[in-house]
């Protein structure tokens, strides 16, 4: 099974600032992982899908870039309705697998 | 438009089953699988598994496979996921959420509580 490891667990960061998460994949998934906003008590929502390709409806301050093993969802400008939990998604072999989370929060 | 609507919580004993129940609309059901993930309290995502909604294949997390069962109903655009020998670690909050690209649609959620 393909394992995901996302990092850093936590972050604070403060509105304006530009946020950097990263998720490796323990072996080569081409492009196929997706990114996802948790806000507490909701259910997620998806953000990014195929590493670069942002859903429609979201901001363009986020974006998604990578291929292979290693990728990264950034937030250029932090507003405070982004302060929530992301997580990665690999979509590439069964089972499918998320990264641990990581929790932005307000500095 | 698209929705997608679960049923709702509930609560049981160790040892019993549950089944949640996820209906779609708005769109051709049989054109997207539909994913099954869980969330215990205050944990991250855990993918259980994915069902085909036209063929009725799955591909079900490997920690599950024996007890959990996927099934679809075409007729009532439903998908059901059904936990069987409940412990008090699958207390959780159960998410099914369509595939489209990425999965792009997702239900409320359904707190299942494992209790005695």
């Known amino acids: 099974a393909i394992q995901m490891t996302q990092s850093p667990s936590s972050l604070s960061a403060s509105v304006g600032d530009r946020v950097t998460i990263t998720c490796r994949a323990s072996?080569?998934?081409?492009?196929?992982l997706g990114w996802y906003q948790q806000k507490a008590g909701e259910a997620p929502k998806l953000l990014i899908f195929?590493?670069?390709t942002l859903e429609r409806g979201v901001p363009s301050r986020f974006s998604g870039s990578g291929s292979g093993t290693d990728f990264t969802l950034t937030i250029s400008g932090l507003q405070p309705e982004d302060f929530a939990t992301y997580y990665c998604l690999q979509d590439y072999d069964y089972p499918w697998s998320f990264g641990q989370g990581t929790r932005v929060e307000i500095k | 438009q698209v929705q997608v609507v679960q049923s709702g919580g509930e609560v049981k004993r160790p040892g019993a089953s549950v089944k949640v129940s996820c209906k779609a609309s708005?769109?051709?059901?049989?054109?997207?699988?539909f994913n099954w993930v869980r969330q215990a309290p205050g944990q991250g995502l855990e993918w259980m598994g994915r069902i085909n909604t036209y063929s009725g294949d799955t591909n079900l997390a490997q920690n599950l496979q024996g007890r959990v069962t996927m099934t679809a109903d075409t007729s009532t655009r439903t998908v059901y996921m059904e936990l069987r020998s409940l412990t008090s670690d699958d207390t959780a909050v159960y998410y099914c959420a369509r595939d489209g690209e990425g999965l792009d649609y997702w239900g409320q959620g359904s707190l299942v509580t494992v209790s005695s």
């Open positions: 195929a590493a670069t």
């Open positions: 708005g769109y051709n059901f049989i054109n997207h699988n």
């Open positions: 072996q080569a998934i081409r492009n196929d």
